[in-house]
């Protein structure tokens, strides 16, 4: 988005039912701040290039701390910060996660809010969507090509 952001749109398609989730690996040595009641994990490197990483979703998603590990030689492993937004699939309905990469500078991280507007539709690939930054609104309305 505008070069700065990414919005990213997964779906969990199928006929399964259970626990389904998006997973992300941070850089070692990032200390990550988890904001489980914002659906959040951001990054605090001293040097002020850091990243959000936020879910959207309006519906319950819960953020939950994982094992990452990296290797950058033969059989060395490094631990990294890893996390999984994740929320139950009680049918066969498509499930919708909705998150934003947000790069920032500084140690305070933007505040994200996304509104789905009257005509959203994921099913048909029709994007209706608000998201705010700070305070500043950027619409998002986009037909996806099955």
Known sequence: ?????FVIIDRA???AKGAVGVHFQLKEKSNPVFDKQQ?????????GNNLLIQNLNAGPVSLKEEEGKV???YRQELARPAFVFEKDKLATTPQTF????YPFSGQK???VTLKEES?????NGSLRLTLMVDGK???IIQRMVP
């Open 1 to 5: 988005m505008d070069q700065k952001y």
């Open 13 to 15: 398609v199928g006929e």
């Open 39 to 47: 659906k959040r994990v951001y990054t605090t490197f001293g040097d």
């Open 71 to 73: 290797s950058y030689s």
């Open 98 to 101: 909705i998150t934003v990469l």
């Open 109 to 111: 991280p933007p505040v």
């Open 119 to 123: 005509g959203n539709d994921y099913e």
């Open 137 to 139: 609104p950027r619409s």
